[in-house]
């Protein structure tokens, strides 16, 4: 039925689920963010929105039992299940060349946006934008003073989150290449996914 494949390290997958469909994602060693995006499969116009899921949920990250809106306000998924501690960032965008320029490279450095068209393109699509993802096990505690932090996962590995379709839709999902800021602990790695009937 279904089959768990390979995100690999630094690169991006998409897949196309038709409502009622769920997809695992695994964190294979449990130290890797996996940053995901949804787009309505008929209009590509239309994504999962983390600012408009949060004003839907009353929350700053999804918990199981939750429903993620699209920027029209409709759910796109649903978090089934999460077996890890539950920390996932929605508040910082994906990474880009622009990110990695900001942080010193000279060259190219992979990045979830590219990863994102990439993935994408595997389907024969293009994004209609790079949305704001879901930075699953993304570590940025948010402090008290409104600072912000940039901490290793907490997940362990093999933590994985079931995501339901609400509707059709297209998943990307980025095994983040980011080895300069420690969110991957230093060591970006593969994870894997597979689509549930
Ligand atoms: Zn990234």
């Given at each position: 039925m279904s089959e768990l494949q390979q995100l690999p390290a630094r690169q991006g997958r998409a897949v196309a689920l038709k409502a009622g469909q769920s997809i695992r994602i695994v964190n294979t060693h449990g130290h890797q963010v996996v940053d995901t995006w949804a787009f309505n499969a008929h209009d590509l116009g239309e994504f999962l929105s983390m600012e408009h899921m949060r004003a839907a949920i009353d929350r700053i990250s999804p918990k199981p039992g939750d429903k993620l809106v699209t920027n029209k306000r409709r759910p796109i998924l649903s978090l089934e299940a999460d077996s890890s501690p539950g920390v996932h960032d929605t508040f910082i965008a994906a990474c880009d060349i622009y990110r990695y320029q900001g942080l010193g490279c000279k060259e190219y450095h992979e990045n979830c946006a590219d990863n994102l068209r990439a993935g994408m393109a595997g389907l024969g699509l293009t994004p209609s934008e790079v949305p704001?993802?879901?930075?699953?096990?993304?570590n940025i505690p948010i402090k008290t003073d409104g600072s912000i932090g940039w901490e290793e996962p907490v997940s362990k590995p093999g933590d994985y989150v079931v995501l339901k379709a609400e509707m059709d839709c297209i998943v990307a999902m980025s095994a983040c290449p980011q080895d300069i800021v420690k969110i991957n602990a230093g060591a970006p790695t593969d994870a894997h996914y597979e689509v549930l009937a």
């Open positions: 704001s993802p879901l930075n699953l096990w993304m």
